[in-house]
């Protein structure tokens, strides 16, 4: 006697989707058509975000001989190119995504005394990547969708 293992997955899926009132959690969301004007403005306040705290952080000769300083400097440059690579070309809205969950702070917390200027560099940089995380208005899906 063996085990109608189909039969049992038809169950198990025809009462989740009761539970969930008809609803598939599970399927990935429908895709948004990028407002691509919009999201290449974005891109450019981000990478301009990137350049300007590079240069910034260029500037502070006493942390340049810190590698650590350096490596987040690099790490900065990278994301600029990327960003800059993603503007000028096509992009989808995972590969922003993708992008703008790689910034991070040049410091979480209070900023040391000697990189204050950085702070609202910081703050812009934060902003610029916050601002391509959200979906824009036009980009929502359609209730048809």
């Given at each position: 006697?063996?085990?109608d ?34 999201r290449r403005e974005?891109l ?26 350096r ?34 702070p040049?410091?979480s ?37």
């Amino acid at each position: 006697m063996g085990v109608d293992t189909e039969d049992d997955e038809g169950n198990a899926v025809r009462w989740l989707r009761r539970v969930f009132n008809g609803k598939d959690d599970l399927a990935p969301p429908p895709p948004l058509t990028l407002d691509v004007d919009r999201r290449r403005e974005q891109l450019a306040r981000l990478e301009q975000a990137l350049d300007r705290l590079v240069d910034a952080m260029r500037a502070n000769e006493a942390r340049m001989s810190n590698p650590a300083w350096r490596e987040r400097m690099s790490e900065y440059r990278r994301l600029s190119g990327e960003t800059y690579r993603l503007r000028t070309g096509t992009f989808t809205r995972e590969q922003i995504l993708d992008l703008v969950f790689e910034v991070r702070p040049v410091f979480s917390g209070d900023l040391p005394e000697d990189v204050q200027v950085l702070s609202p560099l910081q703050d812009e940089l934060l902003a610029a990547a916050a601002a391509l995380q959200e979906v824009l208005p036009g980009e929502r899906p359609s209730e048809s969708a």
